[in-house]
Structures are given as structure tokens and as C-alpha cells.
């Protein structure tokens, strides 16, 4: 049990353009999944906290009209880059809770290159 | 301030010897949990173990164990009998902040294991 799909796991997409990543509970429902970043070498930084059917809780230093978060049901998150640049590239990965407290399961990411 | 410390940026090894990677955690809260997770390269990360703040237990699963030691807030991770398939990044985290579920990674640890 408790298996997070993320989807897509790779993404190319051209400077300036919007790409969406969703992040799926399959055996189990989830008020609150997060999203990470990690740039290459480094560690995973938390961007943001998804609550299902409210907004989401961003970090300090996250610009939420970039990163578009929408938790619409319990088993689903996206994850919106909008307008997408260079620097933006990195790996993206969902977490969410099955207990509501501290049973993370990880989604297995996602690679966007943005050129 | 929540923070987690690996100190160990790289550890190379050779099959069969064990190593001990380290973590150290700071923290204000009393209660909070602690996690390993692995991070082969294909990037995904892995589930190893979580501990709660109350529960000082040493942990064993065959080849890994766990030493956490609140006096020293630390919580290192022993691989016995390394194998080239424990080749990977491994990350220490905490999570505190109650039912929001906040997770802060240490910067990770690489692990190789030459045959």
C-alpha cells in the first residue's frame, strides 16, 4: 500500500511555455501531499504544501503565481510551472501522508529541462 | 530553528566492509520523527525508516540498523556487509511541526561501493 505515482517522470519543454506535473495517491487518500525541488548535487527543498480544496502553502522564497498548486480531490496534486525559464529546471517530487501525520510516501519525481 | 546536519558529503567503500553515515538534527520540538530515505540514481527516493521522538530504540532490519541517541541528536544509519547495490544518496530528515507534516533533508550523504 501507500504508492504515490508522479507523472510525468522526464520533461522537455521550451523556455517560456507551461508544464504541468501531477502527483497521484493510488491506494489512498490524501488532505495534504508536498512538493520538492532539488537541484542537481543537492538536497530537496520544500516548495510547498498542497491542502485538498484549498490553497496551497508556499515556502518562503517560492513564487506561487509560478509554481501553480491545485489539490482538487483527494487522491490528486499539480504542480504548474508557468512560463517556465532556464533556471527553472531541476527535479520535482511529491510526497504525501497516508496516516495524516508522518507516513510520507515519495512520488519517483520529475526531470524538467527547460531550454 | 529545524535543521539537519550530514556531515559526510561522499563515503566510498568496497563490498563487504560496513559503514556508519551520520546524521545530526537540531530541533526545539519534543515531538518529531526522524527518516532515511535512499536515493538510488534513477531518482526516486526510498523509504528506509522512520522514528518518533519518544522512542530511543535501536532498529535492525537484516543489513541496516539505526542508532538514534537523543542526548547527542543523532541518528546514524548502519549499512553491514556493504553491497554495490547500496550505492546511492542517502538522506537523513526531520519532520516536526505537527499535522502539517514539514520535512527538512539533511544535504545527503553519496554512497559507493566498489566491488
Not at chain 1, 511555455?17 to 543537492?42: G, H, N
Not at chain 2, 535543521?3 to 553515515?21: F, G, M, N, R, Y
Not at chain 2, 518529531?32 to 535501536?58: A, H, T
Request: hydrophobic share 35%; aromatic share 14%.
Amino acid at each position: 500500500g501507500a504508492v504515490v505515482s508522479q507523472h510525468p517522470s522526464w520533461v522537455i519543454c521550451k523556455s517560456g511555455t507551461s508544464v504541468k506535473i501531477e502527483c497521484r495517491s493510488l491506494d489512498f487518500q490524501a488532505t495534504t501531499m508536498f512538493w520538492y525541488r532539488q537541484f542537481p548535487k543537492q538536497s530537496l527543498m520544500l516548495m510547498a504544501t498542497s491542502n485538498e480544496g484549498s490553497k496551497a502553502t508556499y515556502e518562503q522564497g517560492v513564487e506561487k503565481d509560478k509554481f501553480l498548486i491545485n489539490h482538487a480531490s483527494l487522491t490528486l496534486s499539480t504542480l504548474t510551472v508557468t512560463s517556465a525559464h532556464p533556471e527553472d529546471s531541476s527535479f520535482y517530487i511529491c510526497s504525501a501522508s497516508l496516516d495524516g501525520n508522518y507516513g510520507y510516501t515519495f512520488g519517483s519525481g520529475t526531470r524538467l529541462t527547460v531550454v | 530553528a529545524q535543521k539537519v546536519t550530514q556531515a559526510q558529503t561522499e563515503i566510498s567503500v568496497v563490498e563487504k566492509e560496513d559503514v556508519t553515515l551520520d546524521c545530526v538534527y537540531e530541533t526545539r520540538d519534543t515531538t518529531y520523527y526522524l527518516f532515511w530515505y535512499k536515493q538510488p540514481p534513477s531518482g526516486e527516493l526510498v523509504f528506509l525508516i522512520r522514528r518518533n521522538s519518544f522512542d530511543e530504540q535501536n532498529e535492525i532490519s537484516g543489513r541496516y540498523s539505526w542508532n538514534f541517541q537523543k542526548s547527542t541528536s543523532s541518528f546514524n544509519f548502519t549499512i553491514t556487509a556493504s553491497q554495490v547495490v547500496d550505492s546511492a544518496v542517502y538522506f537523513c530528515a526531520l519532520g516536526y511541526g505537527g499535522s502539517q507534516g514539514n520535512l527538512i533533508f539533511g544535504k545527503g550523504t553519496k554512497l559507493s561501493v566498489k566491488p
